[in-house]
């Protein structure tokens, strides 16, 4: 009987695999007239949020700023469609919103680059225009959004 069992278990079908996520460039909405240029900042900061999400969600696809150049006009559909092309199940589309030193939010929406479903939506605030702040929204995020 347990050879049985043993055999019948690995006959299952296995919980179905972590689906691609592919992480496109996040963007930037910056309203705060700051007299400071911070561009060499944001643009750091923004490839930081990409990597410590992919990092924390693991089975990721990155669509470079190049790949995304080669979308004009830039659509949800060319995009999607570049997603699908590395092999990517899902695509996530981040902005982030500052609107004061103190005040950002981030707006993402993770897509089925199939059908252009949405899977999830989330806006999410957080506190201080800095590397740290930047990383602990981008991991918040990042566990927000992981299947259970």
């Known amino acids: 009987m347990r050879l049985f069992l043993a055999l019948l278990l690995t ?3 296995l919980e ?6 592919a992480i496109l460039p ?16 944001h643009d750091r900061r923004l490839a930081l949020m990409a990597e410590v999400i992919a990092a924390e969600l693991g089975d990721t696809v990155a669509i470079t700023p ?10 949800t559909e060319c995009l999607l469609a570049l997603a699908r092309d590395k092999g990517a199940d899902q695509a996530l589309f981040i902005v982030t919103q500052k609107t004061s030193t103190l005040i950002l939010q981030m707006f993402a929406n993770l897509v089925d680059v199939q059908t252009g479903a949405p899977i999830l939506s989330r806006n999410l605030n957080f506190r201080g225009d800095n590397d740290d702040s930047w990383r602990r929204a981008a991991r918040f995020l990042a566990r927000d959004i992981q299947p259970d």
């Not at 179905?16 to 996520?21: E, I, K, M, R, T």
């Not at 190049?66 to 659509?75: G, H, I, K």
């Open 26 to 41: 996040v963007k930037l909405l910056d309203t705060s007239h700051e007299a400071r240029d911070q561009r060499a900042d």
């Open 16 to 21: 179905a695999a972590a689906q691609p996520v």
């Open 66 to 75: 190049e790949d995304v150049a080669t979308c004009q006009p830039e659509t």
């Open 11 to 13: 006959l299952m079908p």
